[in-house]
C-alpha cells in the first residue's frame, strides 16, 4: 500500500476542493496516483474538472512576437519570480521570441542559431552564471498566414509583450486590420480565459475524451446498471460531447457573452466583413502549465534542459 502523506492530501484537496478525508481516501484507493486519485473523486461526484491552470508550479516569462503575417510564442522558465523582473531575463526572451519568429519553433534550431557573437544557448549559459539562477528555454510555437493576421495578446503583462498567459491567434482571410485586429483580439482574450483543449473537436486528444468517458461511466453506474451497451452508450454520450463543445475553441460559448459559439461570433464577423474569416490556428502558453514539481525539484528540471548543474 503506498504511503499517503499529509502533503498530497493537502495537494489533491486544493486541486480538487473535496473533503479532506475524501482525499485520502481517494488517494488510497488511486495507490498515491494524484491523478487517478482526482479522477476517482470526480466519479464519486465530489470534485470538478481540474482546470489545467491550477496546476502552475513554474516562474519566468512567456513572450509573443508579430512580424507581417507570422507570429511566435516562447516560454522560458527561471527558478523564481524574481528573475523574470530582471531586464537582461526580459532582453533574452525578447530575443529568443525573434528568433523563434525567424527559425521556427524547434527548440534545438533556438538554442543553436546565433544571437550576436554567441549562440542562443550560450547566452543562455552565460545568464545563468551573472543572473546567478538556472533557467531553461522550454518551448515555443510559431504561426503564419497566407493573408491575414496574427494577432498577439499578453494577460496581466510585465512588460510588453511579456507575461505569465501568451496568446496568437491565427485568422486567415482577405478582410483588413480594421476587422481581423480587434476580432483577433477579442478571440485571444477569450483563450486565455476559456482554456481551450483544441481548436476543434477533431484535434482533441482521444485518450482525453476516453478518460472522461470512463469517469462519466462511473458516475452514472446506477443508470447504466442492466441497459444493453447500446442504451449504456446513449447514457454516457450526452455528456461526452457535452465536454467536447466545451473544451473545442470554435464551440465554446464566447465569454464576452456566455452563450454564442466562437466560431458564429467569426461567421458574424465575416459576413458584415463580406470577406471569408478563418481561425487556422492558435497558440495558449500559460507560465508553468503542466509541471507537476515540488519548488526543490524545478531548479533540477532547469538544469538539465541548459545543461548547467543545479546549485547546492
Given at each position: 500500500m503506498a504511503d499517503i502523506t499529509a502533503a498530497a492530501v493537502k495537494d489533491l484537496r486544493e486541486k480538487s476542493g473535496a473533503g479532506m478525508m475524501d482525499c485520502k481516501k481517494a488517494l488510497t484507493e488511486a495507490a498515491g496516483d494524484m491523478d487517478a486519485a482526482m479522477d476517482w473523486l470526480r466519479a464519486k461526484g465530489l470534485?470538478?474538472?481540474a482546470k489545467k491552470s491550477s496546476r502552475t508550479a513554474a516562474e519566468g516569462l512567456v513572450g509573443v512576437e508579430v512580424s507581417g503575417t507570422k507570429?511566435?510564442?516562447?516560454?522560458?522558465?527561471?527558478?523564481?519570480?524574481?528573475?523574470?523582473?530582471?531586464v537582461q531575463f526580459q532582453t533574452f526572451v525578447r530575443d529568443v521570441v525573434s528568433v523563434a519568429l525567424e527559425m521556427g519553433d524547434d527548440v534545438d534550431t533556438i538554442k543553436a542559431t546565433s544571437l550576436g557573437e554567441k549562440t542562443v544557448e550560450e547566452t543562455l549559459v552565460t545568464n545563468i552564471a551573472t543572473i546567478g539562477e538556472n533557467q531553461a528555454i522550454r518551448r515555443a510555437k510559431r504561426l503564419e498566414v497566407s493573408a491575414g493576421a496574427i494577432v498577439p495578446y499578453i494577460h496581466n503583462a510585465q512588460a510588453p509583450g511579456l507575461g505569465k498567459i501568451g496568446v496568437l491567434v491565427a485568422l486567415e482571410s482577405e478582410a483588413g486590420a480594421a476587422v481581423l485586429e480587434p476580432l483577433g483580439k477579442q478571440i485571444a482574450m477569450h483563450i486565455a480565459a476559456a482554456f481551450p483543449?483544441?481548436?476543434?473537436a477533431e484535434?482533441?486528444?482521444?485518450?482525453?475524451?476516453?478518460?472522461?468517458?470512463?469517469?462519466?461511466?462511473?458516475?452514472?453506474?446506477?443508470?447504466?446498471a442492466g441497459k444493453s451497451p447500446e442504451v449504456a452508450e446513449k447514457i454516457i454520450r450526452g455528456p461526452v460531447d457535452k465536454f467536447i463543445r466545451e473544451n473545442a475553441l470554435l464551440t465554446q460559448a464566447f465569454v464576452m457573452d456566455g452563450k454564442t459559439?466562437?466560431?458564429?461570433?467569426?461567421a458574424a464577423a465575416a459576413k458584415a466583413a463580406?470577406?471569408?474569416?478563418?481561425?487556422?490556428?492558435?497558440?495558449?502558453?500559460?507560465?508553468?502549465?503542466?509541471?507537476?514539481?515540488?519548488v526543490s525539484d524545478f531548479a533540477a528540471e532547469v538544469a538539465a534542459a541548459s545543461g548547467v548543474p543545479a546549485k547546492a
Open positions: 470534485a470538478a474538472a507570429g511566435a510564442a516562447v516560454e522560458v522558465n527561471s527558478e523564481t519570480d524574481f528573475v523574470a523582473k530582471n483543449l483544441a481548436l476543434n484535434g482533441i486528444d482521444p485518450a482525453v475524451i476516453e478518460r472522461e468517458a470512463a469517469i462519466f461511466k462511473e458516475k452514472n453506474a446506477d443508470k447504466i459559439p466562437v466560431q458564429d461570433v467569426i463580406g470577406k471569408p474569416i478563418t481561425l487556422t490556428d492558435y497558440v495558449r502558453f500559460q507560465l508553468g502549465e503542466g509541471i507537476e514539481k515540488e
